[in-house]
C-alpha cells in the first residue's frame, strides 16, 4: 500500500498585482512545514508539482531545510494538470455579470464607503462568483471553465497512480482547489458546489494524506496542519 500526501502551496499574495508569489508569512510557513516533516523523518520516494511559482517555491523551500540536514529530496516532477483553477482570473472578467446581483453590489458598495472591507467582501463575491461558475451559470470567454478544470484534474491525478510504485511515499505540491477536486475524486462527490466550498477549507501548507493500493484511492487524513500554531494559521 502506497501513501500520497499532497501539500498546499504556503500564503501567497492575496490582492497584489502578482498573486502567484509567496508573501513573507508564506516563506516561513514552507520553512515551518520542512522542518516539522524532517522532525518526523518523513521521506519521499517521488515527488509531484504544479507548475505555479507559488506550489513550486513552497516544494523549493521545504527541499532547502531537507538539504541543508543532509537529506535530500528526490527530484521534482512537475506536472501542469495540478496548477490551480482559473477562477481568479474568471471573477475579474465576470464582474460585470456579477454587479447585476444585488447582494455583490451591496459588497462592492460597502468596500467603496469602507476600504477596511476591501478583503472580507472580495471573499464573499469570490465565494459567490465560486458557487455560480462551478455549476455552469456564468461562462467567462476565454479561460478554462470549472469542468475543464476537473477533467484537467482527474489527468493529473491518474499521472500519479501510473507512476507510483508498490509501498511507495509520494509528496505532491499543488494548489487547495486542485486538493479540493483530487479529495472529491477520493469520495466520490459530484455536487460541484460542494467541490469548490471545500476549497475555502484548505489551510496554506495543510497536507491531506491518500491511500492508494490496487487501484484503489482513499481518504486518509484532510487538512492537517501541525506545524502552524496562531496568526501563523491562514486560508489565503
Given at each position: 500500500?502506497?501513501?500520497?500526501?499532497?501539500?498546499?502551496?504556503?500564503?501567497?499574495?492575496?490582492?497584489?498585482?502578482?498573486?502567484?508569489?509567496?508573501?513573507?508569512?508564506?516563506?516561513?510557513?514552507?520553512?515551518?512545514?520542512?522542518?516539522?516533516?524532517?522532525?518526523?523523518?518523513?521521506?519521499?520516494?517521488?515527488?509531484?508539482?504544479?507548475?505555479?511559482?507559488?506550489?513550486?517555491?513552497?516544494?523549493?523551500?521545504?527541499?532547502?531545510?531537507?538539504?541543508?540536514?543532509?537529506?535530500?529530496?528526490?527530484?521534482?516532477?512537475?506536472?501542469?494538470?495540478?496548477?490551480?483553477?482559473?477562477?481568479?482570473?474568471?471573477?475579474?472578467?465576470?464582474?460585470?455579470?456579477?454587479?447585476?446581483?444585488?447582494?455583490?453590489?451591496?459588497?462592492?458598495?460597502?468596500?467603496?464607503?469602507?476600504?477596511?472591507?476591501?478583503?472580507?467582501?472580495?471573499?464573499?463575491?469570490?465565494?459567490?462568483?465560486?458557487?455560480?461558475?462551478?455549476?455552469?451559470?456564468?461562462?467567462?470567454?476565454?479561460?478554462?471553465?470549472?469542468?475543464?478544470?476537473?477533467?484537467?484534474?482527474?489527468?493529473?491525478?491518474?499521472?500519479?497512480?501510473?507512476?507510483?510504485?508498490?509501498?511507495?511515499?509520494?509528496?505532491?505540491?499543488?494548489?487547495?482547489?486542485?486538493?479540493?477536486?483530487?479529495?472529491?475524486?477520493?469520495?466520490?462527490?459530484?455536487?460541484?458546489?460542494?467541490?469548490?466550498?471545500?476549497?475555502?477549507?484548505?489551510?496554506?501548507?495543510?497536507?491531506?494524506?491518500?491511500?492508494?493500493?490496487?487501484?484503489?484511492?482513499?481518504?486518509?487524513?484532510?487538512?492537517?496542519l501541525p506545524h502552524l500554531v496562531d496568526d501563523m494559521i491562514t486560508f489565503v
Open positions: 500500500m502506497s501513501k500520497i500526501y499532497f501539500f498546499r502551496h504556503a500564503q501567497a499574495s492575496y490582492l497584489a498585482d502578482n498573486y502567484d508569489k509567496l508573501s513573507e508569512k508564506g516563506e516561513a510557513q514552507s520553512v515551518e512545514l520542512g522542518k516539522y516533516l524532517l522532525a518526523k523523518k518523513m521521506r519521499f520516494d517521488k515527488i509531484f508539482v504544479g507548475p505555479l511559482e507559488r506550489q513550486k517555491h513552497t516544494h523549493q523551500l521545504i527541499a532547502n531545510v531537507y538539504a541543508q540536514n543532509n537529506t535530500p529530496l528526490p527530484q521534482p516532477i512537475f506536472i501542469q494538470e495540478l496548477k490551480e483553477h482559473s477562477g481568479t482570473e474568471a471573477v475579474k472578467l465576470a464582474y460585470p455579470q456579477l454587479l447585476k446581483n444585488e447582494q455583490v453590489r451591496k459588497w462592492q458598495q460597502d468596500i467603496e464607503a469602507n476600504p477596511t472591507m476591501m478583503r472580507r467582501n472580495t471573499l464573499l463575491i469570490f465565494q459567490y462568483f465560486m458557487d455560480e461558475w462551478a455549476v455552469g451559470n456564468i461562462h467567462v470567454e476565454g479561460v478554462e471553465s470549472w469542468r475543464e478544470f476537473r477533467l484537467a484534474v482527474k489527468k493529473g491525478l491518474n499521472t500519479i497512480l501510473q507512476n507510483t510504485g508498490k509501498g511507495e511515499t509520494v509528496g505532491v505540491f499543488t494548489s487547495g482547489g486542485t486538493i479540493a477536486s483530487i479529495t472529491a475524486e477520493a469520495l466520490h462527490i459530484t455536487d460541484e458546489t460542494r467541490v469548490a466550498a471545500l476549497n475555502f477549507s484548505i489551510r496554506n501548507t495543510s497536507f491531506s494524506s491518500f491511500l492508494f493500493s490496487k487501484n484503489k484511492f482513499n481518504l486518509l487524513s484532510f487538512n492537517e
